[in-house]
């Protein structure tokens, strides 16, 4: 299997522009998951999907940020407008229940936001 | 709310020698544990886990846990440290049985392998 595979690897982009990140999950795992990586507050879960349905968004910072999961292979998360603060590593996982949900990461996209 | 800790931020150990990484978790039930490794500009690579069963459980790359209830704690080892071990490493927790859930991560732990 090809991993967890998120685009792009780097973004770079000026504040007030729209960023969208993607992420494809491991094929057949039905739970999807996004999290933010910050020197200051570690790894943290953004929000989770389950067979595409949203099932806990609380970790989604405010409104600005959006995530979507159109179908079983492919997922965004958009940020809108960005700003300086939002520059972070984010990371995708995936998981299904027959490995007790453990969860498998992509390479993350490293987000300058300037 | 469930937390996990892990008390050494920084670890320098020489090439060679043993390694042990600390993380206690704070929660009401025994959660699965976990640990994963970032290198830099990595994701994370699942070293390891827990859900029941032994106490000591096996890795990737020669590392290995043990889970101690009575002080909730999964510390990682490994008997003898490679350059090539050098990272990041992280614990983390999820609430056990049921669904699936988000992962709490600790604050880390970098290695730092000395020649």
């Known amino acids: 299997d090809a991993g967890v595979i998120q685009s792009p690897r780097h973004e770079v982009t000026e504040m007030g522009q729209e960023v969208t990140l993607r992420c494809k999950p491991i094929?057949?795992?039905?739970?999807l998951f996004w999290y933010r990586q910050t020197m200051m507050r570690g790894l943290e879960l953004l929000i989770y999907f389950n067979n595409n349905v949203p099932i806990d968004d609380s970790g989604m910072p405010e409104d600005r940020f959006s995530a979507k999961m159109p179908n079983a292979s492919f997922s965004t998360l958009k940020i809108q407008p960005s700003e300086p603060r939002d520059s972070a590593v984010y990371f995708c996982?995936?998981?299904?229940?027959?490995?007790?949900?453990?969860?498998?990461f992509g390479p993350g996209t490293r987000l300058t936001v300037l | 709310a469930q937390s996990v800790t892990q008390p050494d931020i920084h670890i320098t150990v020489s090439e060679g020698a043993s390694l042990e990484l600390r993380c206690n978790y704070s929660y009401g039930a025994t959660p699965y544990l976990f640990w994963y490794v970032q290198s830099p500009g990595q994701g994370l690579q699942l070293l390891l886990k827990y859900f029941s069963g032994d106490t000591l459980v096996q890795g990737i790359k020669g590392f290995e846990a043990e889970f101690k209830r009575s002080q909730s704690s999964f510390n990682l080892r490994k008997p003898s440290v490679h350059w090539s071990d050098a990272a990041e490493y992280f614990c983390?927790?999820?609430?056990?049985?049921?669904?699936?859930?988000?992962?709490?991560f600790g604050k880390g732990t970098h290695l730092i392998i000395q020649p």
């Open positions: 996982a995936s998981s299904d229940p027959t490995t007790g949900h453990t969860q498998y």
């Open positions: 094929s057949g795992h039905d739970y």
């Open positions: 983390a927790v999820v609430l056990s049985g049921g669904g699936a859930d988000g992962l709490t």
